[in-house]
């Protein structure tokens, strides 16, 4: 929080939250609240998820949490996504590590969705509820601005058909960045 403070108090416009569990660098499982907290502790700044791992929670959890966000700053929320990278994650979870960029484009797709429109339905392989209205509805016209953490070049190309920002990951070698 003082960090975000100070962040804000220098003139920068956004501070970037990342998600990680299980390693010594995990300080944050929830980046939603630690996001909810420097939010309500700053004015000015923008903050963001860099990036939340989108197949290991439910989509539509994920759509109610960025929508409130959304609402309580007025629009300075960030949403970053990423597929995730690291096994025991998944293990942990639940989740096939082989199924994660298939979950990522289907979860984001329900997310987005959701945010546009207000409400989400879905009926495919991974997942299948019927419609339902989405609480809080996103506070942005068309909902928290999204942006992917890119680890792979395939996740670069799958950003930029979907016209989203990136966060480019140091994993990723600079010929392919």
């Not at 759509?63 to 960030?78: A, I, P, T, Y």
């Amino acid at each position: 929080v003082k960090l975000g403070r100070v962040s804000e108090e220098c003139g920068f416009d956004t501070v970037w939250l990342l998600e990680h569990h299980f390693t010594e660098f995990g300080l944050l499982g929830n980046p939603y609240v630690a996001a909810a907290y420097l939010l309500g502790a700053t004015k000015k700044l923008n903050v963001g998820t860099a990036a939340i791992v989108l197949p290991t929670a439910h989509p539509v959890r994920q759509l109610e949490d960025v929508n409130l966000l959304d609402q309580m700053s007025k629009g300075r929320f960030r949403f970053g996504i990423c597929r995730g990278l690291y096994n025991k994650d998944f293990r942990v979870f639940g989740v096939d590590m082989d199924n994660t960029r298939a979950l990522t484009e289907c979860w984001y797709g329900l997310i987005k969705n959701g945010m546009t429109e207000g409400y989400v339905e879905a009926d495919n392989e991974h997942i299948k509820f019927h419609k339902v209205k989405v609480n809080p509805t996103a506070y942005s016209k068309s909902g928290a601005p999204v942006y992917v953490v890119a680890e792979s070049a395939s996740t670069t190309e799958w950003a930029a058909q979907h016209g989203l920002p990136m966060i480019l990951s140091w994993i990723i070698n600079t010929n392919e960045k």
